[in-house]
Every structure is written in C-alpha cells, then in structure tokens.
C-alpha cells in the first residue's frame, strides 16, 4: 500500500469517527478538520504552507479507499458525497493572565498592572482610615509598582449603593486620597499620582446583597505609565 493510499484510508477512518460522535452540521466538519491536525494526518499550516499544500484533498467515497483530487475534501453522506472546502487553519498563541489575591485577599493583581484593594480590609467602617492590615496590603503593592517600573499611577476609589450618592462620591475620593498617599511616600521621585473618585459609580457585582456590597467597596490602582 503506497504511503497516499494509507493516509487516505486514515482520512477515511477520521471522518467516520467524527460522523459516529458529532451530529450533521458545521461543528462536525470543523471537529472533523482539526482532528485531521491533532492526528498528524494533515498538520496545521505553517507560515508558508497550507493544508492543501501539506497533504493534497481526499475525496471520499463510501466503501472506497480515499485519493487525492484538488482542493477540496469530498466526505460520503447519505445520497451522495458532499464537497468541504480545505480551509487553512491560522491562530494566534496569546499570553493568558489570571488575577491573583494575597492570602488575605486585601490585595487582587489583575494583570501586574492593574491591582484591587479591598476597602474593607483597608478601612475602618464608614471612614477613610486606614487599618493595621492596610500595612501589608499597600507595601506589596509598592513592590508591584517597583517591578512595573511605575511613573504614572491612577488611583480611583469606589464604594457601594448604601446610603447617599453625594456621600459615598466623597468617602470613595477620600479613601483613593489615602492609599496615594501612602503610595506617593514609597515611590521613586517624580512618580505621578492621580486621584478620583467615583462613589457608587461603575459597580463590579450587584448591589443587591452583602457579597455584591462588598466587591463594590474597593480601591483600584492602575499604572498608566
């Protein structure tokens, strides 16, 4: 058996596999190509190749070895053969980031340059001072912005829907106003820091219960630069 013949046959064998487990449709031709690649049978395109170039187009037949045609894949149905084109298979490898908290969860880094403080670990109830756990909080987050090699730091303070707008916007400026100062003192000179505050503005979760309130309640701070 010639090395086309055997890799017909496996094209073959690929394509009943994906008939038997996936129903008519899109999906099953698209499983029905990339387990094409994942077997080796035809690999996924290169720069300068493609899977027409790599291993041709099969037609195939019920009851009959599959060969090469043009470009296309031929794939036995009910009838009479059907006509996929050989498309080529392009993707883009990204860098997948998740956020991380510290043990206490008063401190969540989003992506190493976008950082969440918990006001309620930080804060007293109902105030903008800091708390002895704000310590440990704020001085890791120093080191974050140290390895970011911050200059231009946003720091923007939020809380939840209790109580009046006019208040929360102003206890949520105050708090913001407390980490950057703090932060201000650690970081290099010249490193710039804006402050606002957004109240109950631009919620994470709902209001409606205690755990939504809660992730509402948070100071950001984002390096800008």
Known sequence: MSALQHRGQSVAAVWELCRLVHPPGGRRIVVFVLALAVAGIGALPRATASPVAAFG???????????VE?????????????TLPVLEIRGEVQRLILPTANLDGSLTDLDGRRFRLDADLLFRFD???????ADAAIGELIGKLR??????????????????????????????????????A????????????????????????????????????????
């Open 57 to 67: 187009a099969v037609s195939v037949t019920a009851g009959a070895s599959a060969v």
């Open 70 to 82: 043009s470009d296309s894949i031929r794939i036995p149905v009910t009838g009479a053969p059907a």
């Open 127 to 133: 105030s903008a001072d800091l708390t002895p756990a």
């Open 147 to 184: 390895a970011a090699g911050a200059t231009r730091v946003r720091v923007d303070g939020y809380t939840d829907s209790v109580g009046e707008a006019a208040y929360n916007l102003t206890l949520s400026r105050q708090r913001a106003a407390a980490v950057a100062d703090r932060l201000r």
């Open 186 to 225: 650690a970081l290099e000179t010249g490193a710039r820091l804006t402050v606002r505050g957004h109240g109950e503005e631009d919620p994470v979760a709902s209001n409606d219960d205690a755990r939504g309130q809660a992730l509402n309640r948070r100071v950001t701070v984002t390096v800008e630069r």
